[in-house]
Nanobody
Framework: QVQLVESGGGLVQPGGSLRLSCTAS????????IGWFRQIPGEGREGISC????????YYADSVKGRFTIYRDNAKNMVYLQMINLKPEDTAVYYC???????????????????WGQGTLVTVSS
């Protein structure tokens, strides 16, 4: 079974940057379409970015477009989410997901993804 692990969260001031990492044990991430989601307590998971396995196409929610970048490092078996110009409203637990839908077709709907990591907390505060 696919197992995902996120890392890289932490406390950052508004305007700061963080890079989140998603890796997997026992399988190769570049064969999978990967999504990044975030969740605020009491709310549903918001799809924020997706990278396609087939052609590397990337997709972003409007709330993060221009500030977040998703990319792969296949040599390290990693998918990253680079976040810049962070805002307090970006505070959430961030998850990567696999074994779901394809990017471009309702990718931002959390129920369409089957495998999740444990999440990493990002707190944006002064």
């Amino acid at each position: 079974q696919v197992q995902l692990v996120e890392s890289g969260g932490g406390l950052v001031q508004p305007g700061g940057s963080l890079r989140l990492s998603c890796t997997a044990s026992a399988f190769t991430l570049d064969y999978y379409t990967i999504g990044w989601f975030r969740q605020i307590p009491g709310e549903g998971r918001e799809g924020i970015s997706c990278i396609s396995a087939s052609d590397g196409s990337t997709y972003y929610a409007d709330s993060v477009k221009g500030r977040f970048t998703i990319y792969r490092d296949n040599a390290k078996n990693m998918v990253y989410l680079q976040m810049i110009n962070l805002k307090p409203e970006d505070t959430a637990v961030y998850y990567c997901a696999a074994e779901g839908t394809q990017c471009g077709t309702a990718w931002s709907l959390a129920p369409l993804w089957n495998t999740w990591g444990q999440g990493t907390l990002v707190t944006v505060s002064s």
